[in-house]
């Protein structure tokens, strides 16, 4: 009777710790689901919004500035998150030219048809410390104001007046204005100067008001985690 009685007990212990271990399975099975849900939200909320900030160029009408923006944030994106973390696919941006855009001073700021990527873009017209067109817009500013003699803002009128000066037909309000436009006479360098500034200020103005249309957005099939990794865009005509 003893013995039945320690038999029962010891069944009922071996129970009451299968119960126990078997509980403790279930809420660690519990847990790490809730935990994995969690984490699943969490990439889910952390890929919509990095979709998001590039959702808004996709679109039908948009204009050159925006390629330019775009281009900007790929090139912090590609640089932040493939090269240095190297978590991500580096994102691909192509945009198609139809309208050249002609540079009649340097050809080598010069926009012919064809399609760029955003790097090479953001490179040719923007970028700094790459010879860009901004970079040369920027130089052009700093040497004259520098010098103190001329208004980077009346380029076109101060061409004018040096071709009133040479013809001469040019009337003056000051004396200053008339010696600006000898300087610009006197000196071809300076006259070139101001043809470059007019010229690439306009291949700039021309480029960020030309209108251009998303024609396809392409998401990660390779690590399938959703992210966009490619837009192409073209100019309407």
Do not use: P, W
């Amino acid at each position: 009777m003893e013995n039945a009685s320690k038999a029962l007990i010891i069944a009922a212990s071996v129970l009451i710790a299968m119960l126990i271990i078997g509980a403790a399975v279930y809420m660690f099975n519990v847990m790490s689901s809730i935990q994995a849900e969690e984490e699943a939200s969490s990439q889910t909320q952390i890929i919509t919004e990095f979709n998001q900030k590039f959702d808004v160029y996709n679109r039908k009408i948009l204009y050159g500035s925006d390629i330019l923006s775009l281009a900007n944030m790929i090139d912090d994106y590609n640089v932040r998150e493939t090269v240095e973390s190297k978590m991500y696919q580096e994102m691909q941006i192509h945009v198609t030219v139809k309208k050249q855009l002609t540079s009649s001073t340097d050809k080598k700021y010069s926009i012919s048809a064809g399609t760029y990527t955003a790097q090479q873009l953001r490179d040719k017209l923007i970028a700094e410390g790459k010879n860009s067109v901004t970079d040369k817009i920027n130089e052009i500013e700093e040497t004259y104001s520098q010098k103190g003699r001329m208004s980077i803002q009346n380029l076109n009128n101060l061409q004018l007046k040096s071709n009133s000066y040479i013809t001469g037909t040019g009337t003056y309000q000051d004396a200053f204005q008339e010696e600006i436009a000898k300087d610009i006479y006197r000196n071809l360098h300076v006259e070139e100067d101001i043809q470059a500034y007019v010229d690439l200020s306009s291949i700039l103005k021309d480029f960020r008001t030309k209108i251009f249309s998303c024609t396809l957005v392409r998401y990660d099939e390779q690590n399938r985690n959703g992210r966009i990794v490619e837009m192409n865009f073209e100019e309407a005509v």
